[in-house]
């Protein structure tokens, strides 16, 4: 799976963590629209918190409310192997292509500032 395309939607709290809301379109047929959240990190980059896909049709459910059960987390699915364990390296390849996005890490920063 590749980013084509990608773009910061919002700040955020998602499930008490402060993040930033991440647009993500993919090359791949099953899950070509995602959500993924990015939080601070103790290394001074951003960590992947989820990753969620909406399963909701834009023509019944034209208003963006990611609060009912349509958004699902993906992220086990997309990245772990059969053996339930995290792939990392696929996990780590999919987070670098969204925060190297032109302007995403940017902007990512710039929502982050508490400052």
């Known amino acids: 799976?590749?980013?084509?395309?990608?773009?910061v939607r919002r700040a955020t709290d998602r499930e008490g963590?402060?993040?930033c809301e991440v647009e993500?379109?993919?090359?791949d047929a099953e899950?070509?629209?995602?959500?993924?959240?990015?939080?601070?990190?103790?290394?001074?980059?951003?960590?992947?918190?989820?990753?969620?896909?909406?399963?909701?049709k834009s023509e019944i459910d034209w208003y963006d409310n990611n609060m009912h059960t349509a958004f699902?987390?993906?992220?086990?699915?997309?990245?772990?192997?059969?053996?339930?364990?995290?792939d990392w390296g696929r996990r780590e390849t999919?987070?670098?292509?969204v925060l190297s996005y032109p302007g995403i890490r940017a902007e990512i920063g710039r929502l982050m500032d508490w400052s």
């Open 72 to 86: 699902t987390d993906v992220s086990e699915e997309l990245f772990d192997t059969p053996t339930m364990k995290t």
């Open 31 to 56: 899950t070509p629209e995602l959500l993924a959240y990015f939080g601070a990190s103790f290394d001074n980059d951003y960590d992947m918190i989820a990753v969620v896909k909406n399963d909701a």
């Open 94 to 97: 999919f987070k670098e292509q």
């Open 17 to 19: 963590i402060h993040c």
């Open 1 to 7: 799976m590749n980013v084509t395309d990608a773009r």
């Open 24 to 27: 993500v379109h993919t090359d």
